[in-house]
């Protein structure tokens, strides 16, 4: 039984981007179908779809001849044994704003731009880039 979905979900795609796998299946939730929407948004995927057998398949996304993987990095800020909050002022930017932080709002789960636009603060979930 897995504790952490989210961390389980980064692990996954972590993995899947190493051995450049095209599709990866993952146990379908909200907050993974949520984190999915947002990395297909951000253009880090290809697309986020549930199956028949209620999984969610994600398709990577590769650039160049060398198959180099659109996500370089997948990072887990807040952690079940230490939850990070923030207001919408003190909300990290990553690589100067080339990176994206995911935020758990009271309004739903949002991009580090959302948040700070709508001035919405909440749970800094994970970083990618």
Known sequence: MVNDRISDMLTRIRNANLVKKEKLFIPNTRLSRNIGALLEKEGFI??????????????????????????????????????IYTSHKNIPKILNGM???????????????????????????????
């Open 46 to 83: 290809k697309s986020c779809q549930v199956n028949s057998e209620d999984e969610l398949i994600l398709e990577l996304k590769y650039k160049g001849q060398n198959q180099q993987p659109c996500i370089t990095n997948l990072r887990r800020i807040s952690k079940p044994g230490l939850r």
């Open 99 to 129: 990176g994206v932080v995911f935020v758990s709002t009271d309004k739903g789960l949002m991009t580090d731009q959302e948040a700070r636009f709508n001035k919405l603060g909440g749970e800094i979930l994970c970083s990618v880039w």
